[in-house]
């Protein structure tokens, strides 16, 4: 038995000094409660955004958007009357937008007094996303509601769902260019923090410094390889989804730019953590605590929207978020406008970081 204890000690020991391992017992599950109880927490007062264009602007119009506010399920925000109510859906990103057409009114009081059909009310969203049919579902029953208001047993309005983007766009559509976006953080920042932090702490940097690579030079070997290896995971994941669930997102050249840039932000982030650590396990935990918050809170597995609003905010600040945002834009939507202002924030951040990491890395170390 006391062999047991013994083993058992040395063990434990050994297993906590490894900082992965402590991480990923003790560290990491504390990390996964307190991402997913923000995330839903609050998930249960959460207002749908609800963006409004009322062409009408009628005494009907006003009293379907007055029902609709006081149900307290939506956060009304309305959109002017000369916006191209298409594009604007597709230049915002939105996942729900509701039009109401002219002559809504004049339509409500014909049903009102049995002389035409009941009036429509269009609501455009994302049929993947949970908040969709949640809205569908209030907007019609306040639709039910001006029958009674008008003193009817019929309906007078009714709400006519439409698809936005791809009239085929599934949750796959949705979820495969962020996981390619996944993956382009995960392979290049988690392998590049361990490689740094190794080479820091043998040596090898030092080696290095007597050849004549160059730093920038040795990082951009880095960032080729790690884009290389993007390139055929997408081609897999691309494969796969098409072979397997009947996707229908594509390739586009502008998916293709951004998977570069995301690379080259990653790698370059991945070398900065990996310079400042002593070993290449303090590294690995230290590139997992930074890692997997940012997967979650990016909109990789959930829609940024349906997170409490503190919570996009932080969303904004990371650039997985708008590595996934442009993904999607591109490969499923067809917006490259959108994917180009992700692309430049991006680049941008990718030079700073690229920058920061090469001054930052010695070659006369250790």
């Not at 410094?209 to 951009?220: D, Q, R, V």
């Not at 993904?327 to 992700?342: E, F, K, P």
Request: proline share 4%.
């Amino acid at each position: 038995m006391s062999r047991i204890f013994s083993d058992f000690k040395a063990f434990g020991l050994a297993y906590l000094r490894s900082r992965t391992g402590f991480f990923f017992a003790l560290i990491f599950p504390v990390i996964l409660i307190l991402v997913f109880g923000a995330i839903f927490s609050q998930s249960g007062a959460q207002k749908i955004n609800l963006p409004v264009q009322d062409l009408d602007d009628s005494y009907w119009s006003h009293t379907y958007l007055k029902f609709l506010d006081k149900t307290g399920a939506f956060s009304i925000q309305m959109i002017a009357s000369d916006v191209d109510f298409d594009q604007y859906i597709k230049d915002e990103l939105l996942v729900l937008a509701m039009q109401i057409s002219p002559g809504f009114g004049t339509s409500v009081s014909n049903a009102l007094n049995a002389t035409g059909p009941p009036a429509s009310i269009v609501l455009k969203g994302d049929p993947t996303n949970s908040y969709f049919s949640i809205g569908q579902g209030a907007a019609t029953a306040v639709a039910s509601q001006l029958a009674f208001y008008g003193h009817n047993v019929t309906d007078v309005a009714v709400v006519v769902p439409q698809t936005i983007g791809k009239p085929q766009y599934t949750f796959i559509d949705f979820f495969v260019p962020g996981m390619i976006g996944f993956t382009a953080l995960t392979t290049p920042m988690f392998s590049m923090s361990s490689i740094c932090s190794e080479y820091r702490n043998r040596g090898f940097f030092k080696l290095l410094g007597s050849t004549p690579l160059t730093k920038s030079e040795w990082l951009a070997a880095k960032i080729l390889w790690y884009t290389v290896l993007m390139l055929a995971s997408i081609a897999i994941m691309y494969a796969v989804g098409i072979a397997v669930f009947d996707a229908h997102f594509t390739i586009t050249p502008m998916a293709i730019l951004l998977v570069i840039v995301g690379v080259f932000l990653f790698t370059s982030f991945g070398m900065f953590l990996g310079v400042f650590v002593s070993n290449p396990e303090s590294a690995s935990a230290l590139a997992n605590a930074i890692g997997f918050p940012m997967m979650f809170l990016s909109g990789i597995f959930f829609q940024v929207e349906s997170m409490p609003v503190y919570l996009q905010y932080i969303a904004k600040a990371l650039p997985l978020t708008y590595l996934a945002e442009g993904l999607r834009a591109t490969m499923s939507l067809g917006n490259d406008v959108v994917a180009a202002t992700d692309l430049v924030i991006l680049l941008v951040s990718g030079i700073v970081v690229f920058v920061i990491a090469a001054r930052s890395m010695s070659w006369k170390g250790k």
